[in-house]
């Protein structure tokens, strides 16, 4: 009998760390080779890896919620004879070891064992609830549907219970339900992280203005009533972001502070900065610039259920070399995007709005949109970024001529 301590393996795009989700294998259950027994959370995506060898997983390298590095335990299995992986080295790390079960001087630290079925946790992973808060009613304390049902009535009735490591005096405030505790983890805190990256590195500087997108909305109308896909304003809005883009490359660029280069890219990746409903996440449209309307209107719709369902891949969640924010019909007129750093710039556009505008010296009333465009001042002054918001102004605002045109 060996042991074999698992890794977590570097799945790529520069990954150094990553989220447990869930274990899909409780400790002591046995597993086939290329079986998935845990999911993780890495690059605002979820991955299910499997396991590389035949045995019994004897423990768990961390529990949920809870983060491991790439190189770090991530399992360890009980194998009998030698491990006859099919895995490609590069993809998995391993390493056998030929001493007992309970010898073992290089043990990944015990984390608090959560006795509760898959459902379960699917359930509290929808609901948000950490399942430390939880207590069980079932044998040994596991926790049962009814137990989390129960844990998240009182939760959203504003009752605060005190979970495992809880203070045993609550103060007026969590006895009242002033407040309740959510934990920043998954897809939030991957937005958390760069996020402040980006506001502690980056110079941000943002521009705005309004468009007359009158010809765009008549545009969007007549092509709607001519075909069955019913087309909303965002194809048009990247398609005017690629052209302005050619036209501008510096801001089809990411930055390198330590190399202190700039790097301007060929290739246009447009990021769709989309809402789900456990935070954002920014699916790319690769060769934007390639697409036509129709083409860009298919992939979009694609892109955005396959974040909203959590089914996209790792590649298609990054590789962006610009990004678009929307904040649709029922946002504001204006606001301030933060860049996708390392990006050097993001695109805001906003909601449209019947509004008086003067037309040949006359006041008429005329479909208005907001635009907002936040770049990195450290490397784009605002004389370049006049002219992107300009030309893209202009784009927009005529988009009968480049809508059928190639970028």
């Known amino acids: 009998m060996r042991e074999y301590i698992f890794r977590l393996p570097d799945i790529g795009e520069g990954l150094h760390e990553a989220e447990i989700v869930g274990w899909l294998v409780p400790e002591g259950s046995r597993v086939k080779e290329n079986q998935d027994f845990v999911e993780v959370q890495t690059d605002k995506a979820i991955v299910e890896i499997s396991s590389p060898v035949s045995g019994t997983l004897i423990r768990q390298g961390a529990a949920e919620g809870e983060n491991v590095r790439?190189?770090?335990?991530?399992?360890?299995?009980?194998?009998?004879?030698?491990?006859?992986?099919?895995?490609?080295?590069?993809?998995?790390?391993?390493?056998?070891?030929?001493?007992?079960?309970?010898?073992?001087?290089?043990?990944?630290?015990?984390?608090?064992?959560?006795?509760?079925?898959?459902?379960?946790?699917?359930?509290?992973?929808?609901?948000?609830?950490?399942l430390l808060e939880v207590k069980g009613s079932g044998k040994a304390g596991k926790i049962l549907m009814k137990d989390l049902e129960s844990h998240k009535a009182k939760r959203d009735n504003g009752v605060h219970s005190a979970g495992i490591g809880a203070e045993t005096s609550l103060s007026l405030e969590e006895?009242?339900?002033?407040?309740?505790?959510?934990?920043?983890?998954?897809?939030?805190?991957?937005?958390?992280?760069?996020?402040?990256?980006?506001?502690?590195?980056?110079?941000?500087?943002?521009?705005?203005?309004?468009?007359?997108?009158?010809?765009?909305?008549?545009?969007?109308?007549?092509?709607?009533?001519?075909?069955?896909?019913?087309?909303?304003?965002?194809?048009?809005?990247?398609?005017?972001?690629?052209?302005?883009?050619?036209?501008?490359?510096?801001?089809?660029?990411?930055?390198?502070?330590?190399?202190?280069?700039?790097?301007?890219?060929?290739?246009?990746?447009?990021?769709?900065?989309?809402?789900?409903?456990?935070?954002?996440?920014?699916?790319?449209?690769?060769?934007?610039?390639?697409?036509?309307?129709?083409?860009?209107?298919a992939e979009i719709e694609r892109l955005s259920e396959g974040a909203r369902s959590r089914k996209l891949g790792p590649t298609e969640l990054t590789g962006s070399t610009f990004t678009v924010s929307s904040t649709g019909g029922s946002g504001g007129f204006y606001a301030t995007p933060i860049v996708n750093f390392p990006e050097v710039a993001i695109l805001g556009v906003h909601a449209i709005k019947k509004r008086p505008a003067v037309v040949d010296d006359e006041i008429v009333i005329r479909q208005l949109m907001g635009m907002s465009l936040t770049f990195d001042h450290r490397v784009i002054d605002g004389e370049p970024a006049g002219k992107f918001m300009n030309d893209f102004k202009s784009l927009l605002e005529q988009p009968e001529l480049f809508v059928l045109q190639s970028v």
């Open 175 to 297: 006895t009242d339900g002033a407040y309740e505790l959510e934990k920043i983890k998954g897809v939030r805190k991957v937005s958390f992280d760069r996020m402040t990256k980006a506001a502690h590195t980056a110079a941000l500087c943002t521009g705005m203005d309004e468009m007359d997108v009158t010809h765009l909305v008549e545009l969007r109308q007549q092509l709607n009533d001519l075909t069955a896909r019913k087309l909303t304003y965002l194809p048009f809005i990247v398609k005017a972001a690629a052209r302005a883009l050619r036209l501008n490359p510096v801001f089809n660029a990411t930055v390198d502070e330590e190399k202190m280069e700039l790097k301007k890219y060929r290739a246009i990746h447009i990021g769709i900065a989309t809402a789900t409903e456990e935070g954002l996440l920014v699916p790319v449209v690769r060769h934007a610039d390639r697409l036509t309307i129709g083409e860009l209107a």
């Open 70 to 130: 790439v190189g770090d335990p991530l399992a360890v299995f009980s194998v009998t004879g030698g491990v006859g992986r099919t895995a490609t080295p590069q993809k998995f790390q391993g390493e056998e070891s030929d001493l007992p079960t309970g010898e073992r001087t290089d043990q990944p630290r015990s984390p608090i064992r959560i006795l509760a079925a898959p459902s379960v946790r699917k359930a509290a992973r929808d609901a948000g609830i950490d």
